[in-house]
């Protein structure tokens, strides 16, 4: 079973600040990832996907991916306490048809 | 709003009983997978449907079975249900049988086995 991992935190910051969430992965072969919301009793909801090394900037989201550290990683600018949530980071198998979860992040973000 | 649509929301089952969950692709989207979400846990693929066959089956026990019909739209059924099927269930839409780049989630189905 190919691994994604994350921190389960809680992640704690305070409002207006930057909250970096990160994820790593062991299929060397995966091609693209992708960052979900999920607030508590709700479904994920995608915030953006990232296919290429470098960023991805998306409004105060920004994605970052390092395929050679199988790193990846989701940065929340000017964090809001309405992104007080728990961030999953998914994987694109190398058959391409299934998204390879971790067990996601819990930020806190503190008024 | 994702346009992807599950029914029913919420239900509650006993042990041994089958239940079919339903799900209304996002309009224009051919595919569709399953997921089963266990609290505190990231979701894990059950299944895909492409063009109403199985296109890729996770690790999950043969009374997981679904269907698509020729509008998209799909069902989950599980048969003889247990306890640790307790879980949220969840349906995603996407163009292609590689999934694309825009996976959208419905809102899910919590469904508790006693």
């Known amino acids: 079973q190919k691994e994604v991992e994350q921190n389960s935190g809680p992640l704690s910051v305070p409002e207006g600040a930057i909250a970096s969430l990160n994820c790593t992965y062991s299929d060397r072969g995966s091609q693209s990832f992708f960052w979900y919301r999920q607030y508590s009793g709700k479904s994920p909801e995608l915030i953006m996907f990232?296919?290429?090394?470098g960023d991805k900037e998306d409004g105060r989201f920004t994605a970052q991916l390092n395929k050679a550290s199988q790193y990846v990683s989701l940065l929340i600018r000017d964090s809001q306490p309405s992104d007080s949530a728990t961030y999953l980071c998914?994987?694109?198998?190398?058959?391409?048809?299934?998204?390879?979860f971790g067990k996601g992040t819990s930020l806190l973000v503190t008024p | 709003e994702t346009g992807v649509t599950q029914s029913p929301t919420h239900l509650i089952k006993t042990r041994g009983q089958q239940v079919t969950l339903r799900c209304s692709s996002q309009s224009g989207h051919n595919t569709v997978s399953w997921y089963q979400q266990a609290l505190g846990q990231g979701p894990q693929f059950i299944f895909q449907?492409?063009?109403?066959?199985?296109?890729g089956r996770g690790n999950f026990p043969p009374r997981f079975s679904g269907l698509q019909f020729p509008n998209y739209s799909s069902e989950l059924n599980v048969n003889a249900l247990e306890l640790d099927d307790s879980a949220l269930y969840l349906c995603?839409?996407?163009?292609?049988?590689?999934?694309?780049?825009?996976?959208?989630f419905g809102e899910g189905s919590w469904l508790t086995v006693v």
């Open positions: 998914a994987v694109l198998v190398n058959s391409g048809y299934a998204l390879n």
């Open positions: 449907y492409y063009r109403e066959e199985e296109n």
């Open positions: 990232i296919y290429s090394n």
């Open positions: 995603a839409s996407s163009t292609g049988a590689s999934g694309g780049n825009t996976i959208y």
